[in-house]
Nanobody, 122 residues
């Protein structure tokens, strides 16, 4: 399984971005999908995940601003990010897991994309 994240960029605080994650195989209805992020000098942290059945879960600080969704027909998972803040600056990674419930721990995820950089200026 290969994952390809895209959509990052440089924006001002308050702006929106939509990240996309494309998979090399059809897996969204059998795999949990997630977005993690890693800021410079910090550990990779959970942002949001979507269970194989479509139930979302979010990091507390992004609730109400970020939305994870998927398009099964296009084999894409999205992260819509609104009202971005400077503290959202990070490399964002998409991830997938099969055969076990998704968690907020990055070590539990099996497949990873290469990351896309999001920079939010104040």
């Amino acid at each position: 399984v290969q994952l390809q994240a895209s959509g990052g960029g440089l924006v001002q605080a308050g702006a929106s971005l939509r990240l996309s994650c494309a998979a090399s195989v059809r897996l969204f209805t059998t795999h949990g999908m997630a977005w993690f992020r890693q800021a410079p000098g910090k550990e990779r942290e959970f942002v949001a995940y979507l269970t194989w059945s479509g139930s979302p879960n979010y990091k507390e600080s992004v609730k109400g601003r970020f939305t994870i969704s998927r398009d099964n027909a296009k084999d894409l998972v999205y992260l819509q990010m609104n009202n971005l803040r400077p503290e959202d600056t990070a490399v964002y990674y998409c991830a997938a897991v099969k055969g076990r419930p998704p968690t907020e721990k990055y070590a539990d995820w099996q497949y990873w994309g290469q990351g896309t950089l999001v920079t939010v200026s104040s």
